[in-house]
Each structure stands twice: as C-alpha cells, then as structure tokens.
C-alpha cells in the first residue's frame, strides 16, 4: 500500500468523530479527534524520516567518485613535452 494511501485511509477514519464533535457537540468524540491527530502526527514523522532517508541513499548513489588530480603543468621557460617553448609570463 502506498504511503498516500495510507494517509488518506488515515485521515477519513477520523470523519465520524470529527462529525461528532463539531456537529453534535460530542465531547468524547473530542478526546479521539485529540488522539487521531497524535496518531497522524506520529505518521507524518515517520514518513518525513523515509523520505529522507532514500534521499540521503539517492544522493549517496550519485556522489561522482573523487576526482584525479591535474598533471603538473610546467612552469614558464620550460619545454613542455611537444618541444614548444612557453615564454614567462612576465615577458610576454
């Protein structure tokens, strides 16, 4: 069953005492209304607690692996591996 579904089957059996009460003035119907609201509150949490815990395994699952370090690149003057010369920043 899906979690929405248990939340709206959660939710309409509270519809009788929830009559009862703002209705009829049912007293006791507003002890349970107290008590069904504890109860979706309860679930509520726990389904906030499920969602982020697939998204934490969601992001997890995603991570890119780290990444390889650049190769050391010659510093000015020097003769890459092409045969080209690289002139110094400061004279060009």
């Known amino acids: 069953m899906s979690r929405y579904q248990e939340l709206k089957e959660l939710v309409e059996s509270f519809e009788k005492d929830f009559l009862k009460f703002y209705e ?12 069904a609201m504890r109860e979706l509150q ?14 934490a395994k969601e992001k997890a699952m995603k991570a890119p692996a780290p990444a390889e370090p650049a190769p050391a ?9 092409g045969g080209e010369t690289t002139p110094p920043s400061s004279l060009a």
């Open 42 to 55: 309860r679930k509520a949490a726990e389904i906030r607690k499920e969602v982020q815990e697939i998204k």
């Open 24 to 35: 009829k003035g049912n007293r006791s119907a507003g002890t349970r209304i107290r008590k």
């Open 73 to 81: 690149r010659p510093e000015g003057g020097e003769t890459p591996a």
